[in-house]
């Protein structure tokens, strides 16, 4: 998470109000080289929206010889066509939320249709595309046709998820959908996940979030508990997140080793982090228990 800085005010954003602070180029580079011995595979480049960075044309050209697997997640507003033409990343992933209206409501007017420029201008310059998309009551009966329009326009992955009631979130509850409602829904999302599970292991297995102050967490839900500063070296702080077992969580089922036990954070949220994590419950067709 380069930056916190956002051109968006997002109602279900999950870091809530930025502090405008960035994480500085030479000390993303560190992080950068770090990861790169530690014989990283892929990095993704986020925020808030990590165009905005103060230093992001630095940032862009040092990853123009970075060899490993670059992903942009951007809102897409600032991706014209002259901007896409001197990125140096190998995918870029945009968020849509909904068709026209159910987006355009979460993140302001006029949004679908820039965001959706964005993904076809990103696709027509080669990169890869991929498409995130929160379930919210406003997008529930625009899913047929979004799986329709993203296939057709061949957007390589689809990440569909529920928000947690985290940052400004917090304040707009009424957009949590409850996980018998939800759940179903996660069954759209295609292609490959983000959140690196392994064979038997809970989520976030491979992964490490560095946040735009330098702190080192499982990832941005977990802000609060930072495992060190990339002062202390990258290497340093992800040995200290003691892999999670799914011997070791409360789920039972027949489905754990494909479930791998949901998101622990929101098995967190319903007042267990051994527990199990009602959405992906729903999304099997169990009981989800709340
Ligand atoms: S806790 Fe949830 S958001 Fe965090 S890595 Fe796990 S699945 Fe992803
Ligand atoms: S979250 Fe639910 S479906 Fe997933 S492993 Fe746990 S009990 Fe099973």
């Known amino acids: 998470m380069i930056t916190d800085r956002c ?11 930025p502090r405008g602070e960035d994480l500085p180029l030479d000390r993303m580079i560190r992080v950068l080289e770090e990861f790169e011995a530690l014989q990283g595979l892929r990095i993704l480049i986020s925020g808030g929206e990590p165009l905005m960075h103060g230093e992001f044309e630095a940032v862009n050209d040092y990853l123009s010889d970075y060899p490993l697997r670059r992903v942009l997640f951007s809102n897409g507003l600032l991706l014209k066509e002259g901007t896409l033409r001197g990125l140096n990343v190998d995918e870029i992933q945009i968020s849509i939320d909904g068709l026209r209206d159910a987006h355009d409501a979460l993140r302001g007017r006029g949004g679908f249709d820039r965001a959706m420029a964005a993904v076809r201008a990103a696709l027509e310059c080669g990169f890869d595309v991929s498409v995130s998309t929160m379930i919210h ?3 529930l009966d625009d899913f047929d046709r979004m799986e329709e329009l993203f296939r057709e326009l061949g957007v390589k992955s689809w990440a569909v998820d529920v928000p947690c009631p985290s940052g400004r979130m917090r304040l707009n509850t009424e957009l949590c959908l409850r ?8 069954a759209y999302g295609y292609g490959e996940g983000l959140h690196g599970g392994g064979e038997g292991f809970a989520c976030g ?7 735009p102050g330098g702190d080192v967490a499982k990832c941005a839900f977990y802000a609060d508990r930072a495992l060190g500063h990339v002062s202390e070296g990258l290497e340093t702080c992800w040995r200290r997140l003691r892999p999670l077992r799914l011997a070791d969580i409360e789920c039972s089922c027949d489905v754990l080793d494909a479930c791998r036990g949901g998101c622990r954070y929101r098995a967190e ?11 992906r419950c729903a999304f099997f067709g169990l009981d989800a228990g709340v």
């Open 7 to 17: 051109n968006l005010k997002c109602r279900h954003c999950y870091i809530g109000e």
């Open 137 to 139: 009551p406003g997008n």
């Open 269 to 279: 949220l319903f007042g267990n982090p051994l527990g199990r994590d009602p959405y």
């Open 179 to 186: 996980p018998e409602v939800a759940g179903g829904y996660l």
């Open 205 to 211: 297995l491979h992964l490490v979030s560095v946040l």
